[in-house]
């Protein structure tokens, strides 16, 4: 196996007791790269240093979590402005609308969005995107920054075939990771639609835990159920699964 986690906290605090032995399991488990999305200006530090540590396997991103913009979010910019210039990252992220959890007002997190979004794309990096509740706003918002070069992945896709296929022409893949294995999931149904080209595969640990670990906490070994499920709802050996996603996440974060 060399399977791409192409979203995962692995630097949050619940890892950090066992962290050698999650890290063991994950490279026994044939993950070879696992990329950090940020969630606040205060895990930027962590996500670095967790980098650091294991420069081979991890790659870090910058952004704030629609749930963690303040009101008064310039001094947030200002960070992730100065962290920019500090860090070589390999995407912006986690960055989106919540309409479903998030306290944070919702013009605020348009308006923050938004800047990040321009923040992309200038330094010319792909995005991790959180969307909740919230497709035609975050649609409407990525629409008008189109010129052509919008790239990213929509994290933790569960939309419907119109949508997947609206983010798909905007120049965006899905993230599919364990909600594809739960027994409600419509996403497999989804998924026979869209075409391999446009799938990476994630876990969001340490949320989601595929099935049938739902539960415990979720790491990026189990990025191979997820593989699993998709060569059963694609009807294709593992193989093409491996190769396809991680093809896909390479060309797209330039690894
Ligand atoms: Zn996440």
Redesign the pocket.
Known sequence: MSLIDT?A?LYEDVFKEDENDVINGIRDAGIIKILL?N?DTSTINSVIQLEKKYPNLFASMLGV?PDNVKDDYKHQISVLEKALSDHKYIGIG?VGLDYYESTVDREVQKKFLDIEISLAQECNLPMSI?VRNAFDDAYKLFKNRDNGNLKGVI?CFTGTIDQANMWIDLGFKLGIGGIVTFKKSTLPDVLKHISLDNIVLET?SPCLTPEPHRGERNDSRYLTIIADKLSIVYNEDIKIIETMTTKNAKKLFNI
Request: proline share 11%; glycine share 0%; aromatic share 0%.
């Open positions: 979203h906290h999305p969630t979590h986690e959180h994290h969001d």
